[in-house]
Nanobody
Framework: QVQLVESGGGLVQPGGSLRLSCTAS?????????MGWYRQAPGKQRELVAQ???????YYADPVKGRFTISRADAKRTVYLQMNSLKPEDTAVYYC????????WGQGTQVTVSS
């Protein structure tokens, strides 16, 4: 059974930083095409924030370019999202995702940017 376990959300002031992490279990890295982070703010659709593929290629949504960095470790089954210069509009529930023959999702972690 594939599981994605996320951690690292919380409350931070504008301009601050947070690092999210997500570890996949129950799946070989050979079966992972990509891992990434989506977010969903209240009243809005879920959107892709950043993604890293099995060959190391990365993608960032325009609103987070230059502020967020996605990376991976642990035989490519752990993915991190380093979030710097956070803004109130980054407030959302952040979901880890895994794309392979089947797509999997984490349970979500709340990120709140507020003074």
């Amino acid at each position: 059974q594939v599981q994605l376990v996320e951690s690292g959300g919380g409350l931070v002031q504008p301009g601050g930083s947070l690092r999210l992490s997500c570890t996949a279990s129950g799946i070989s890295s050979f079966n992972i095409d990509a891992m990434g982070w989506y977010r969903q703010a209240p009243g809005k659709q879920r959107e892709l924030v950043a993604q890293i593929t099995s060959d190391g290629s990365t993608y960032y949504a325009d609103p987070v370019k230059g502020r967020f960095t996605i990376s991976r470790a642990d035989a490519k089954r752990t993915v991190y999202l380093q979030m710097n210069s956070l803004k109130p509009e980054d407030t959302a529930v952040y979901y880890c995702s895994l794309q392979g023959r089947v797509d999997y999702w984490g349970q979500g972690t709340q990120v709140t940017v507020s003074s």
